[in-house]
């Protein structure tokens, strides 16, 4: 697949703060990364594949910085024009779509991912991920847990977890 240069919009408008607050964690984070992912909504802007004709759309990962405002709590900017269109493949303007977004919370030792659709943020109602306690605990080899949202099949072992919970704001 061809590799481009994307452009980022100088004057980005449509920004969401977004918050983490982290509870009841049985330790500590070092520090907090986000990253957002964007991919091309208009397919027809993208050249079909030679043999199957298929259109396969590339994705770009900006990341943005998660500040630590209180031991618990991180805040973010999440911007939904943060990619400008352009012609890359000569079929007309590909236009960008934030579809996701993940968060890195990092131990000494651990890496514990979340992640969520672009769409939760924009609701602007509170969204709340697990962890599993035993996630968190350090040992001599990095681990690589996700976080995940409560059912009806891990209710039952709501103890056993602690919760981070990310809200999206409109920034005006």
């Not at 397919?43 to 396969?56: D, F, H, L, N, T």
């Not at 000494?108 to 969204?127: T, Y």
């Not at 847990?145 to 990310?166: H, Q, R, W």
Request: charged share 30%; with cysteine; proline share 5%.
């Amino acid at each position: 697949m061809e590799k481009f240069d994307v452009e980022r919009n100088s004057h980005p408008r449509v920004r969401y703060q977004l918050t983490m607050k982290i509870n009841k964690s049985p330790g500590p984070f070092d520090s907090a990364k986000g990253s957002m992912t964007y991919e091309i909504r208009n397919q027809s802007c993208v050249r079909p594949a030679p043999i199957s004709g298929v259109r396969v759309s590339q994705s770009e990962y900006p990341e943005f910085e998660m500040k630590k405002i209180a031991e618990d709590t991180y805040v973010g900017d999440v911007y939904f024009d943060l990619l400008e269109g352009g012609d890359y493949y000569g079929l007309g303007v590909c236009y960008w779509r934030l579809q996701s977004v993940n968060i890195n919370l990092m131990t000494k030792s651990n890496i514990l991912r979340a992640g969520f659709s672009a769409k939760k943020i924009q609701d602007e109602q509170p969204r709340d991920l697990y962890f599993l306690l035993d996630d968190y605990e350090q040992g001599d080899r990095p681990k690589d847990n996700s976080a995940v949202p409560l059912n009806e099949n891990n209710k039952k072992f709501l103890d056993e977890f602690f919760s981070v919970t990310f809200t999206g704001k409109r920034m005006f």
